[in-house]
């Protein structure tokens, strides 16, 4: 016998009845998933719209000054010497403009460092949306830069990729010295310090992903003289595994910090064959120390998230116990303080 035939007259309809309120309540059940799953969508949509505009328009026109007071190995205790690292300025494009690069040399000054190094990447090569800041106008920005030590610079991969001989004449032609494998002496007597600038380690691009630089750390080191401290300025940081312990303090940009920080993945986006390890503040090896600043300007493309531009003071000589004054949360550097 089956089901059907077991079931008494009036079964069927009782059970129709029954069964209408229940498929009205799975209706109902549907429309409000629905509803949620929609209002989820749209909440996502206007957050990833919100996070678009401000790491668009926003975020690429702040301005922080990040300090890192050390006292690394090979530095006088009580000698100070403040410094203040310009890095990867990228004038043009829709953020770095000139009234922007003028809040920031403004800011720079400011700051009434003893000396300013300037680590490379000076213009920006975007193709769209690009607005031109000319040569001469960023340069003379840098020239306002103001230090009894004065304002000394490297070049970056994009200074090699981009314009070569407009960027160095362009920083000849407002008196920037440009250390290539070179190293100066700097300081008063009793005071002395050597400041040394590496090539860039990426300047020719091979195809597939290869390069060939013309750093040149071991010719570089070779200049140093004297038992003075060593302040090593280089764009990438790449070259920090190299850097032998004789240089007090390894000064780099180039990362840009990741630029993009996004959860779990920014290390992807990260220009540095080691990924995370030296993407930006300062990093700790071996007794060797390294700041790498997240950098002013953009590239590839004109937005940031989560890593500011930024103007980094380092203070040396300056007591142990310090902060590093600022940092966003989720770019604490390795280290903050020797
Ligand atoms: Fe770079």
């Known amino acids: ?111 009434k460092s003893d000396v300013v190094v300037l680590l490379g990447d000076y213009t920006t090569s975007y193709r769209v949306a690009n607005k031109r800041v000319p040569y001469g106008a960023w340069a003379a920005e840098l020239a306002r830069l103001a230090a009894p030590l004065g304002t000394w610079a490297i070049l970056g991969n994009h200074d090699w990729w981009n314009d070569l001989m407009e960027v160095r004449q362009t920083l000849a032609g407002v008196r920037i010295p440009v250390m290539e494998n070179q190293a100066v002496m700097l300081g008063a007597e009793g005071e002395r310090f050597w400041l040394a600038g590496l090539g860039d380690q990426i300047a020719h691009r091979l195809g597939h992903g290869r390069f060939r630089g013309v750093d040149d750390l071991p010719g570089t080191l070779a200049q140093i003289k004297t038992d003075d401290p060593v302040v090593l300025l280089a764009h990438e940081p790449d070259i920090f595994p190299d850097v032998p312990a004789r240089v007090t303090l390894t000064l780099c940009g180039h990362t840009h910090g990741g630029q993009i920080r996004l959860p779990l993945v920014w290390p992807a986006f990260v220009p540095s064959k080691y990924g995370a390890r030296f993407a930006y503040g300062h990093v700790v090896e071996e007794g060797r120390h390294l700041i790498v600043s997240g950098g002013l300007g953009t590239s590839i493309i004109p937005a940031r998230l989560g890593v500011p531009p930024e103007i980094v003071r380092v203070e040396l000589g300056s007591s142990s116990d310090q902060q590093t004054k600022r940092a966003p949360a989720a770019l604490a550097p390795s280290e903050s303080a020797a």
């Open 1 to 111: 016998m089956n089901d059907a035939a077991a079931k008494k007259p009036g079964e069927e309809l009782a059970g129709a009845e029954a069964g209408a309120p229940a498929a009205a309540a799975r209706m109902k059940a549907r429309m409000t998933r629905r509803r949620v799953l929609g209002g989820a969508a749209g909440l996502i949509g206007a957050s990833a719209l919100a996070t678009g505009i401000y790491a668009g328009g926003i975020e690429p026109m702040g301005l922080v000054v990040t300090r890192y007071p050390l006292n690394p190995p090979g530095w006088p205790a009580r000698r100070k010497l403040s410094m203040t690292v310009i890095a990867d300025l990228h004038a043009g494009g829709p953020d770095m403009t000139l009234p922007h690069i003028r809040h920031v040399i403004d800011t720079a000054n400011a700051l």
